[in-house]
């Protein structure tokens, strides 16, 4: 097997590992098998809110809003264009619009209805699953950390790039736990979700490069 072919079934299957956590949470959803863990998590949540917490909470969730995602998004897609590489653009543009079909039809199909078991502490709309914060922040984030590890040659570099990526993403997941705005499980489906795009098309992506550069 050759280094590229290998290359592309580690991105498969580490999609393939990400797809099925949000299947396996949603086929439990479906059946009802997670509604008392929901419930239990998200009624716990009154007895940590402080002042302080629910500053940073709101101003975690926001890294995952419509306004922040969309202006990373364009600001790295203009820095991507400016040095010639649009299959990076393309790529990134594609987990962005990819993450909000994807986050449009499920919740949609599925019409979770909001936590209601706690106040919310900021004002939302629409359905709960999945959480659409915990997938557009997992799929563009994580792609803007694969892409621009193809410009980072020091691998202690590389590990420091994923490693904020995946240390925000959780803190905005739970962020929206935290605010009453979503289940644990929207939460959690959502990173999964955004994760196996990214990671998909960080596979199909990396294909599509000259092997030196892949």
């Not at 557009?136 to 193809?150: D, E, F, K, P």
């Not at 199909?204 to 092997?211: N, T």
């Amino acid at each position: 097997m050759t280094s590229g072919r290998k290359q592309l079934w580690h991105w498969l299957g580490s999609a393939a590992f990400a797809m099925l956590v949000f299947v396996r949470i949603t086929r439990e959803l479906i059946e009802g098998d997670v509604s008392a863990i929901d419930r239990a998590i998200i009624a716990a949540v009154p007895r940590i809110r402080a002042p302080w917490l629910t500053v940073a909470a709101v101003d975690v969730t926001a890294l995952g809003s419509i306004t922040l995602v969309t202006f990373f998004t364009a600001f790295v897609l203009v820095l991507l264009l400016l040095v010639r590489d649009r299959l990076g653009a393309l790529q990134l543009a594609a987990a962005s619009i990819g993450a909000a079909i994807l986050t449009v039809v499920i919740k949609n199909s599925i019409e979770r209805v909001r936590p209601d078991e706690v106040p919310r502490l900021i004002a939302v709309s629409g359905f709960s699953y999945p959480s659409g914060h915990s997938v557009s922040s997992s799929a563009v984030y994580l792609t803007i950390a694969i892409v621009a590890g193809r410009y980072v040659s020091h691998k202690w570099a590389r590990a420091a790039i994923f490693a904020t990526v995946l240390l925000i993403l959780p803190m905005v997941a739970a962020s929206r736990v935290y605010l009453g705005v979503h289940y644990a499980t929207d939460a959690i489906s959502g990173l999964s979700l955004g994760a196996a795009w990214a990671l998909l098309l960080g596979g199909l992506f990396a294909q599509a490069r000259p092997q030196s550069a892949a």
